[in-house]
């Protein structure tokens, strides 16, 4: 059974939405958006939709491992939920555990997101 999470990326024109099936704990999760730096434009520009694309682009291993979403209410069996977006020229992150309760899990830049979840792993 896997982890499931949603991968919410955020300007302030748009949100866009990723589903992954499996892999969603904290530890994986952060790595798998500092992939997506990789592909995207580099910080300070952030553009969500740019930005899903290369979250996309950098995890996608195969059928049914990634898809768009309407967002975390569109799936029961979430673990975790994630929003990302770009505050002062870098990545901050919002971690919510059991996504239908609202538990903020951890809030902060992504290198802060990475440590804290290396604690779990």
């Known amino acids: ?15 866009h939405s990723v589903y ?5 704990h904290p530890h994986w999760g952060c ?17 969500a939709g740019e930005f899903a694309a290369a979250f996309v682009a950098a995890n996608k291993k195969g059928a049914g491992d990634i898809c768009l979403t309407s967002g975390p209410d569109a799936h029961g069996d979430l ?5 990302i977006h770009c ?6 992150v ?8 609202d538990r903020l899990f951890f ?12 604690m779990f792993n």
């Open 107 to 118: 809030d902060g830049s992504l290198e802060a997101a990475q440590h804290f979840a290396a």
């Open 1 to 15: 059974m896997g982890t499931r999470a949603v991968y919410t990326f955020i300007d302030k024109a748009a949100r």
């Open 79 to 83: 673990a975790y939920r994630y929003e």
């Open 87 to 92: 505050q002062d020229d870098h990545l901050h």
């Open 31 to 47: 790595q798998f958006i500092a992939k997506a730096l990789l592909l995207a434009w580099p910080l300070p520009r952030f553009e």
């Open 94 to 101: 919002r971690i919510y555990e059991h996504p239908g309760e």
């Open 20 to 24: 992954k099936h499996w892999d969603g």
